[in-house]
């Protein structure tokens, strides 16, 4: 099955930047869209952005549009999310997922997900 790790978390301060990593393995990479979510305490997983299997396809929640940049490199098996300006509302665990769907914005639409990796903003 496919499986997904997270890498890149921390502790930053608002306004600095991180870039997180998932990399990809167990199936063909190129043949999933791949999206970030992320969930705070006591919230939902929510949708950050996805990218899709060609890589020319973008989509990003109105929260992060302007700061964050998802790509991916098919040669590594590994897709990014590049933060930046963070705030600290943007505090939460971070995941990444993977799904066969073209445009899925839910949870319930990816099939394989990562462990998530936590990103934390300091005000």
């Known amino acids: 099955q496919v499986q997904l790790v997270e890498s890149g978390g921390g502790l930053v301060q608002a306004g600095g930047s991180l870039r997180l990593s998932c990399a990809v393995s167990?199936?063909?990479?190129?043949?999933?869209?791949t999206g970030w979510f992320r969930q705070a305490p006591g919230k939902e997983r929510e949708f950050v952005a996805r990218i899709s299997v060609s890589g020319l396809n973008t989509y990003y929640a109105d929260s992060v549009k302007g700061r964050f940049t998802i790509s991916r490199d098919n040669a590594k098996n590994t897709v990014y999310l590049q933060m930046n300006s963070l705030k600290p509302e943007d505090t939460a665990v971070y995941y990444c997922a993977a799904t066969s769907s073209r445009s899925a914005t839910i949870p319930r639409l990816y099939d394989y997900w990562g462990q998530g990796t936590q990103v934390t903003v300091s005000s």
């Open positions: 167990g199936r063909t990479f190129s043949s999933f869209t």
